[in-house]
């Protein structure tokens, strides 16, 4: 059994969200929109995470992006 580190695990997760949840929610259209609300601040959270270097807010975001599904 591997581990994955949170680098390389929040990546993968970032892409998922943003390349198969995203355009799911977008084509919905206005019934998405609260969803897409949502995912956008997480992923704005998480970009601001890494930028700073901030873990706990990296493995926050993490785990609230994990949460998303169709």
Do not use: C
Not at 11 to 23: E, F, H, N, T, W
Not at 27 to 40: K, Q, V
Request: hydrophobic share 50%; proline share 4%; glycine share 4%.
């Amino acid at each position: 059994m591997s581990v994955d580190s949170l680098g390389d695990a929040l990546p993968r997760v970032m892409a998922r969200v943003r390349d198969v949840l995203m355009p799911t929610y977008i084509e919905i259209g206005p019934a998405g929109a609260f969803a897409l609300t949502m995912i956008r601040a997480d992923l704005d959270a998480v970009t601001r995470a890494m930028a700073e270097d901030d873990v706990v807010a990296m493995l926050r975001a993490y785990e609230n992006l994990k949460r998303y599904e169709l």
